[in-house]
Structures are given as C-alpha cells and as structure tokens.
C-alpha cells in the first residue's frame, strides 16, 4: 500500500511563511505529477500548484509569485514553499501523487492518485 504523509502547516501571521512537505512511501514503481490542493471551510477543494516529474510547474491565480513548489524524486518528497501568506491562505491542505505501484499480483503495476491527511494552515494576527 502506499501512504502519503504531510508535515508543516500551522498559525502564522499575515505576510508570514511555512512549508509544507509530503512524502510518499510503500510499493512506489514512480510518481508522476504531484501536488497540492487545499480546501477553506464552505468551500471547495481548489488546487494551488503542481509539479511533474520534470519539474515543470503550474500556480494558481491566488498565489503566482507567493509559492513555490519543488519535489525530490530520489527521496518522494513534494515541498510547498508559502511566503508573504495572507489570511485568505487559511485552509486544510493536501498534498496528491499520481504513483504507479507494484501490485504483486496481475496486473503487475497500477496507477491512481493518493491523498495526504491534509494539514491546517491558519493565517491570522
């Protein structure tokens, strides 16, 4: 099985920065595109920046030139980089990998898309 598990998040106040990582572990083959999404309360899940196996990336709107989002393939890690936050940042982010795994049974490898536990990040005076 594979499992995406995220750290960082937390309070910050406005103009504020955090970074967020996630990594994946388990019967990985390779990861693909990666990303991070987040979701604000009554609203729906929007993706803010991805990133492909490459390293060609893409921003949302809200937050070119705020965020970056990098990756380490040796190590499965998918980093977000948040600077000069603002309140309207505030939402429970997740990370997602498109991953291949290893099945271990037929058909061998198979390719779905796994979320992170998702991670608070508040930012408030």
């Known amino acids: 099985q594979v499992q995406l598990v995220q750290s960082g998040g937390g309070l910050v106040q406005p103009g504020g920065s955090l970074k967020l990582s996630c990594v994946a572990s388990?019967?990985?083959?390779?990861?693909?595109?990666m990303g991070w999404y987040r979701q604000a309360p009554g609203k729906q899940r929007e993706l803010v920046a991805s990133i492909t196996r490459a390293g060609t990336t893409n921003y949302a709107d809200s937050v070119k030139g705020r965020f970056t989002i990098s990756r380490d393939n040796v190590q499965n890690t998918v980093y977000l980089q948040m600077n000069s936050l603002k309140p309207e940042d505030t939402a429970v982010y997740y990370c997602?990998?498109?991953?291949?795994?290893?099945?271990?049974?037929?058909?061998?490898?198979?390719?779905?898309?796994?979320w992170g536990q998702g991670t608070q990040v508040t930012v408030s005076s």
């Open positions: 388990g019967m990985i083959v390779s990861i693909n595109a």
């Open positions: 997602k990998a498109e991953i291949t795994v290893l099945t271990g049974t037929t058909p061998a490898f198979k390719k779905d898309d796994y």
